[in-house]
């Protein structure tokens, strides 16, 4: 059976009174600001953990429920920061995914009651190039939180594939992360491959959910994608066709 241990039944029936069981060992909560509708739900997790989901303004209580229970069945290793789980199937959902965010990168409970926060695990539905399934707690905390590059909580969302780049073109400040690739969104890239039709000079490289790369450059009035060992893979594409091109590649990745 699925059932909370004592420790923390008081806390939650506190938190969650009143409110309706979800299915075995979990409950549901509705809360409601000017803007925005959130569902929180708490559920009995695998590895003797508590499990956290939460949605605004998109909640389906069938993806909540398949959620749960592909987690029950399938596990997941409590030593990583996070665990991006492929499998998932909802007749409703085109989520494919499950993402298990330790406590390191989440703050669920932590103010409230820092022991329980120690053993919450953040479940969530994602689409599989929104992570590799290798991020560490403060890149998880990135995506999802300070710079919102995947909004795990609307489950409408599209899918925002995983996307680092860094570039070089004249007249345009070069754009990096630390290590070279930085974290972006596909807004950013788009502005990027624009400037470079514009300047018709540089280069920028991009990263996938795959740790797949291919660097993108412009001269003398052309557009070529070059794979990581400098194979040619396309040419004289349009910026429309480069940017088509660059959606699968976010998306599916290079067979």
Excluded at 59 to 75: A, H, K, M, N, P
Excluded at 212 to 218: E, K, L
Aim: proline share 4%.
């Amino acid at each position: 059976m699925w059932v909370f241990s004592d420790e923390w039944t008081n806390f939650l029936c506190s938190v969650f009174n009143g409110n309706k069981w979800l299915c075995e060992g979990s409950w549901i909560k509705e809360s409601s600001t000017p803007a925005h509708t959130f569902t929180n739900v708490v559920f009995v997790a695998p590895n003797d953990t508590v499990g956290i989901i939460v949605s605004r303004d998109s909640f389906s209580s069938d993806l909540c429920l398949t959620v749960i229970d592909f987690l029950r069945r399938s596990g997941f290793d409590n030593d990583l920061d996070f665990n991006g789980i492929c499998g998932l199937d909802c007749a409703d959902s085109g989520f494919d995914c499950v993402g298990v965010a330790s406590p390191p990168a989440h703050q669920h409970f932590k103010a409230q009651h820092d022991e329980l926060h120690s053993k919450t695990v953040w479940a969530f539905p994602f689409y599989r190039c929104e992570f590799s399934g290798l991020e560490n707690a403060a890149t998880i905390e990135r995506m999802t939180g300070t710079s919102r590059l995947v909004t795990v909580v609307d489950w409408a969302r599209p899918p925002q594939p995983k996307l680092l780049i860094q570039y070089s073109i004249p007249g345009v400040t070069k754009g990096s992360g630390e290590d070279g690739l930085g974290l972006t969104d596909a807004k950013t890239l788009e502005w990027v491959i624009s400037e470079l039709e514009t300047a018709d000079l540089g280069w920028v490289e991009v990263m996938n959910f795959r740790e797949q790369a291919v660097q993108i450059s412009r001269e003398k009035g052309r557009f070529k994608i070059l794979d990581t060992g400098n194979t040619l893979i396309a040419a004289d594409f349009s910026k429309h066709t480069v940017s088509n091109w660059v959606d699968v590649f976010l998306r599916k990745g290079i067979e």
